[in-house]
């Protein structure tokens, strides 16, 4: 059986090995509902674990889409109007739909913004993996 090119993750321990595009759908409206906090979506080709796209629901309302490109100098958030505006972020992102990102404003994070806070591969991805008890690139226990 081939290895898995994608995971979805979420803060409950949940992993899907390459989720199907319902599937994130599914994932992105339980942020929406409060069952879950967050989702990452990760490339598992990336042996160091620093390519993903996340997404969670914003204090008013909005939705925080992130995405790293295997480098924390390579990290990126925007904001989605609602869950299916995330979702087709996400979607698009994972499946890397041509033009998926057009028209979309994405704010680049230099790690010295981060004044003492996590970096994210050590913050909420890295709590992840620690939550799950892996590695990047490992399968949960």
Do not use: C
């Amino acid at each position: 059986m081939p290895e898995p090119v994608l995971r979805a993750l979420g803060e409950d321990g949940s992993s899907y090995d390459d989720p199907s595009e319902d599937l994130l759908f599914d994932l992105v409206g339980q942020v929406g509902d409060g069952e879950l906090e967050f989702l990452i979506v990760e490339r598992t080709t990336d042996p160091n674990g620093l390519t993903y796209v996340q997404t969670k629901l914003g204090e008013h309302g909005d939705w925080l889409v992130e995405r790293q490109e295997g480098s924390i100098h390579r990290h990126y958030e925007t904001v989605a109007q609602d869950s299916h505006d995330a979702h087709r972020m996400v979607v698009g992102w994972a499946f890397e739909i041509p033009g998926w990102d057009l028209g979309l404003s994405w704010a680049r994070h230099d790690p010295s913004d981060w004044h003492g806070l996590p970096a994210p591969s050590e913050g909420l991805l890295g709590r992840i993996r620690g939550f799950l008890g892996r590695r990047p690139g490992t399968s949960p226990k």
